[in-house]
């Protein structure tokens, strides 16, 4: 006869539900709350930054006339452009790189050398070659893209594991083929690393870029704002530079969440 084993129940573990993006919020709103209490108390004065209802104000009125409207539009023409050529330049640089022990000769070392280089050494240079319009804007952000997007795909395409690359050659992949199936989706997790980074070094740049010699978008509002000591509107323009930065690298987020839905055990957060 068979002795009766009695196993243990199961613990079961309480359940815990994600908490919401509301607690994010707190310390934000504290921070703003105390922002307002020193406003008003006069411990910061209106010269040095101007009270949080005063900069709603601004911004309203800002929209109504639209003075900024026409300056995000400006600002976010310029950042398009100049991401759309530095992430060509950046990937398609990676691409040559990554794939060929010459192009990694010929390509990473001039790559290594431009990434130590600041923004506002690159300027006077830029001026020189393009003049004072939208060129050298367009062309600093483009900078600022390249360079790390190229090092995240570089780096993604030389992690690609070797065994892929032994199938393709068993399965007769042509050159463009094995890219296609194999580099490309196996470095696209660090590309999207450096998409990231790439659209916040992209706002820096053209942070930089429309504080010389513009006569609009952002940049020139800030500027213009400082000559008359208005603090409220260089908040303004400070504060929706942020929220262009969140919303960009809230929509690489949503990309990362689809575009790596296939790898096993990745996280979306």
Do not use: C
């Not at 000559?227 to 987020?253: N, P, W």
């Amino acid at each position: 006869m068979s002795a009766l084993i009695i196993r243990p129940a199961a613990r079961s573990t309480p359940y815990r539900s994600r908490p919401g993006p509301w607690p994010r919020l707190v310390s934000p709103l504290v921070l703003i709350v105390a922002w307002q209490l020193a406003s008003a108390t006069g411990v910061l004065p209106e010269r040095l930054l101007a009270a949080p209802t005063t900069v709603l104000e601004t911004t309203l009125e800002l929209l109504r006339d639209g003075t900024l409207t026409d300056a995000v539009t400006v600002s976010l023409r310029r950042a398009v452009i100049g991401f759309v050529v530095g992430a060509a330049l950046g990937i398609g640089a990676a691409v040559v790189a990554g794939l060929s022990r010459i192009g990694e000769y010929a390509v990473d070392p001039p790559m290594q050398m431009l990434r130590t280089l600041p923004f506002y050494g690159l300027i006077p240079l830029l001026i020189l070659w393009f003049g004072i319009g939208e060129p050298p804007k367009i062309a600093l952000v483009a900078f600022g893209v390249a360079v790390p997007l190229y090092l995240n795909t570089f780096a993604g395409i030389r992690g690609v594991d070797g065994k892929l690359a032994e199938l393709a050659r068993v399965q007769r992949l042509g050159g463009p083929a094995l890219i296609r199936h194999i580099v490309l989706p196996g470095a696209l997790p660090q590309t999207l690393v450096g998409l990231r980074q790439a659209l916040g070094v992209a706002w820096l740049a053209l942070i930089v870029a429309e504080q010389v010699n513009a006569d609009a978008g952002l940049g020139y509002l800030i500027n213009n704002a400082r000559e008359f000591l208005r603090t409220d509107v260089i908040v303004v323009g400070l504060l929706v530079y942020s929220v262009l930065g969140l919303l960009t690298d809230a929509a690489v987020r949503l990309i990362e969440r689809r575009a790596l839905a296939w790898r096993h055990g990745f996280l979306t957060a």
